[in-house]
């Protein structure tokens, strides 16, 4: 199974994401959604990364995961898989770059 590593400025959407979900739902809830991501993507994305959805315009994937807000972009090889975003499920990803990652 593949590696994964998560870019800072992932980590970083997460947390605002989360404390959004927190305010407005509980942190009981947001805890859940980050708990359901983080286990698709270590358990299921980083075997079957080619589950993931082409961007057009794009080099990266994406994926929606299921029961939560969030969309994970990421790019991957045999080795590792690479989360370089984390999204709304309704944002525009057409206008994500990837020179705009921070490792």
């Known amino acids: 199974m593949r590696t994964v590593r998560y870019a800072q400025s992932a980590e970083a959407s997460l947390r605002t994401l989360l404390a959004q979900g927190a305010a407005k739902f509980g942190v009981d809830v947001a805890d859940e959604k980050r708990l359901l991501l983080r286990t698709c993507v270590s358990t299921y994305l980083?075997?079957?990364?080619?589950?993931?959805?082409?961007?057009?315009?794009?080099?990266?994937?994406?994926?929606?995961?299921?029961?939560?807000?969030?969309?994970?972009?990421?790019?991957?090889?045999?080795?590792?898989?690479?989360?370089?975003?984390?999204?709304?499920?309704?944002?525009?990803?057409?206008?994500?770059?990837?020179?705009?990652?921070?490792?």
């Open 46 to 103: 980083a075997e079957y990364p080619h589950h993931g959805l082409r961007t057009p315009g794009q080099t990266f994937r994406h994926y929606p995961v299921a029961d939560t807000p969030f969309t994970v972009v990421f790019d991957y090889d045999e080795v590792e898989l690479r989360v370089l975003f984390i999204v709304h499920q309704r944002a525009d990803r057409r206008q994500l770059d990837v020179r705009d990652v921070i490792w």
